[in-house]
């Protein structure tokens, strides 16, 4: 048996030698609005600060116990409780998935009649926040959705307690979205297009990670199942009367290596081969390709599904075998369409906590990875900044990561999320300039993009 050859780190060293050198000369963004008073934000921070056993109990009880996606019962029902014992009324199984949660505070939205733009004829502005808490297979939550959900549930906390306190403490409505399976599945997507995001203005949420970062490349991903059907024969007696199916997905994963040369740097594709015959003596007359395909812009991400499906109408037809294509047996996500200006928001915020969230551009978008949080930012404006919870050496989906979800870094980063979403929702709806400078950014973007019928 040869020894397994260890994977040199080399590159992964010069890319951490790269990203120090950035760092020694990075500025976190500036954000010129004034956003909301002084005395208020005040109140809401202590709000969220009071909140710390409440959040440190939801880190560690969803850590203990992990839930993967669409399972998460158990974690929406602590939740969900944590909102009720605070007075606060909440939907356990929203928008058509029995493990998503939805709360709402302040005044009442008709924002929907103008598009959505929240100032117009008295409407109220309305921006949301998202948890999320689903977990990987075998390794928990490694990824720490359960910080996640505490950062966005203790940020709505702070906020109900304060418009409870004082109803004309800060305009509009917030709502609280508990959004499950992220992990592959596409959770978010399948809520919004049950109505989850409709009539609400703005989104935000954060990611806990190894540093922190105002914004980072997040790839859009679909998923491919390509199914090849031939003519079962005797391997050795009459192998010419067969079409070998095996051949067609071995030829469809030798064409994807060789299409990598001409794919650009923004594009990944990752696959398998799950079912490939049963015996050898029988010529196979099934083979299953399983892929990812993910991309830094939704154009060249479409642009690359049409290339994979040349790649697999080209093995059928050199092996004489057929072949089925079958995308997104869950909704694809679509990149993160960051917001500028309300992530100068977040920084502020951040600043107050004695953080100093790093530009894009610091870290290599090499280091990519892809989350439906990207089809909510091509809905309405939204953010997805991360927060630092562990050694800038530990990689998200790890064991180690998993380690550090649970840990007192995780606390902290758990309060200091909350707190920056807290403040920059209460920015947001205070103050008009702001919203009218994310408005604007997003329609200079593209605007709305029609995200379910985006691959059609």
Same mark, same amino acid.
């Given at each position: 048996?040869?020894?397994?050859?260890a994977?040199?780190?080399?590159?992964?060293?010069?890319?951490?030698?790269?990203?120090?050198?950035?760092?020694?000369?990075?500025?976190?963004?500036?954000?010129?609005?004034a &956003?909301?008073?002084?005395?208020?934000? !005040?109140?809401?921070?202590?709000?969220?600060? *009071?909140?710390?056993?409440?959040?440190?109990?939801?880190?560690?009880t969803?850590?203990g116990?992990?839930?993967?996606?669409?399972?998460e019962?158990?974690?929406?029902?602590?939740?969900v409780?944590?909102?009720?014992?605070?007075?606060?009324?909440?939907?356990?199984?929203?928008h !058509?998935?029995?493990?998503?949660?939805?709360?709402e @505070?302040?005044?009442?939205?008709?924002?929907?009649e103008t598009?959505?733009?929240?100032?117009?004829?008295?409407?109220?502005?309305? #921006?949301? #926040?998202?948890?999320?808490?689903?977990?990987?297979?075998?390794?928990?939550?490694?990824? =720490?959705?359960?910080? @996640?959900?505490?950062?966005?549930?203790?940020?709505?906390?702070a906020?109900a307690?304060?418009?409870?306190?004082?109803?004309?403490?800060?305009?509009?409505?917030?709502?609280?979205l508990?959004?499950?399976?992220?992990e592959?599945?596409? !959770?978010?997507?399948?809520?919004?297009?049950?109505?989850?995001?409709?009539?609400?203005?703005?989104?935000?949420?954060?990611?806990?990670?190894?540093?922190?970062?105002?914004e980072?490349?997040?790839? =859009?991903?679909?998923?491919?199942?390509?199914?090849?059907s031939?003519?079962? $024969?005797?391997?050795s007696a009459?192998?010419?009367?067969?079409?070998?199916?095996?051949?067609?997905a071995?030829? *469809?994963?030798?064409?994807?290596g060789?299409?990598?040369?001409?794919?650009?740097?923004?594009d990944?594709?990752?696959a @398998?081969?799950t079912?490939g015959?049963?015996r050898? %003596?029988?010529?196979?007359?099934?083979?299953?390709?399983?892929?990812?395909?993910?991309?830094?812009?939704?154009?060249?991400?479409?642009? +690359?599904?049409?290339?994979?499906?040349?790649?697999?109408?080209?093995?059928?037809?050199?092996?004489?075998?057929?072949?089925?294509?079958?995308?997104?047996?869950?909704?694809p996500?679509?990149?993160?369409?960051?917001?500028?200006t309300?992530? &100068?928001?977040?920084?502020?915020a951040?600043?107050?906590?004695?953080?100093?969230?790093?530009?894009?551009?610091?870290v %290599?978008?090499?280091?990519?990875?892809?989350?439906?949080?990207?089809?909510?930012?091509?809905?309405?404006?939204?953010?997805?900044?991360l #927060?630092? #919870?562990?050694?800038?050496?530990?990689?998200l989906?790890?064991?180690?990561?998993?380690? $550090?979800?649970g %840990?007192?870094?995780?606390?902290?980063?758990?309060?200091?999320?909350?707190?920056?979403?807290? +403040?920059?929702?209460?920015?947001?709806?205070?103050?008009p300039?702001?919203?009218?400078?994310?408005?604007?950014?997003?329609?200079a973007?593209?605007?709305?993009?029609?995200?379910?019928?985006?691959?059609?």
């Open positions: 048996m040869t020894r397994i050859t994977p040199s780190s080399a590159y992964l060293n010069q890319l951490d030698a790269e990203t120090g050198r950035r760092m020694e000369t990075a500025q976190s963004p500036v954000s010129d609005f &956003g909301a008073p002084a005395e208020l934000a !005040g109140q809401v921070e202590a709000r969220v600060d *009071a909140l710390a056993a409440d959040l440190n109990d939801v880190v560690h969803l850590h116990d992990p839930e993967t996606a669409y399972e019962h158990r974690s929406a029902a602590f939740l409780d944590l909102l009720r014992r605070h007075g606060i009324k909440a939907e356990l199984g929203a !058509g998935v029995p493990t998503a949660i939805r709360a @505070i302040g005044a009442e939205d008709r924002s929907a598009g959505g733009t929240g100032d117009a004829a008295g409407n109220a502005p309305s #921006i949301a #926040i998202l948890s999320e808490y689903d977990a990987l297979p075998e390794v928990g939550h490694a990824c =720490g959705h359960n910080v @996640i959900a505490a950062t966005g549930v203790g940020a709505f906390i906020l307690q304060t418009v409870a306190e004082n109803p004309e403490a800060f305009p509009g409505r917030v709502v609280f508990g959004t499950p399976a992220e592959g599945h596409s !959770g978010k997507e399948v809520m919004a297009r049950n109505g989850a995001f409709d009539g609400v203005d703005a989104a935000i949420m954060v990611h806990p990670y190894a540093m922190d970062l105002a980072q490349v997040w790839l =859009g991903r679909r998923l491919l199942t390509v199914t090849f031939g003519v079962a $024969a005797h391997a009459q192998p010419f009367m067969g079409r070998n199916a095996l051949d067609a071995s030829l *469809a994963y030798t064409a994807i060789l299409l990598r040369q001409q794919l650009p740097p923004v990944r594709v990752h @398998i081969i079912e015959g049963q050898p %003596s029988v010529i196979p007359e099934k083979a299953v390709l399983k892929l990812y395909a993910r991309s830094k812009y939704p154009d060249t991400l479409k642009d +690359l599904s049409a290339r994979l499906e040349d790649v697999a109408r080209g093995a059928a037809l050199m092996t004489g075998t057929g072949v089925s294509i079958d995308w997104d047996e869950h909704p996500s679509l990149p993160v369409r960051t917001n500028s309300l992530t &100068g928001r977040w920084v502020s951040q600043q107050r906590r004695g953080r100093s969230p790093l530009p894009a551009g610091v %290599s978008e090499t280091i990519a990875a892809s989350t439906d949080f990207g089809n909510v930012s091509y809905r309405i404006p939204g953010i997805h900044p #927060i630092g #919870i562990a050694p800038a050496d530990v990689a989906h790890t064991r180690a990561f998993a380690d $550090a979800a %840990s007192a870094a995780a606390e902290s980063g758990a309060l200091d999320g909350a707190a920056g979403l807290a +403040l920059t929702a209460l920015d947001y709806l205070c103050d300039d702001l919203r009218a400078a994310v408005a604007r950014e997003f329609a973007a593209g605007g709305p993009v029609d995200v379910a019928r985006y691959f059609d």
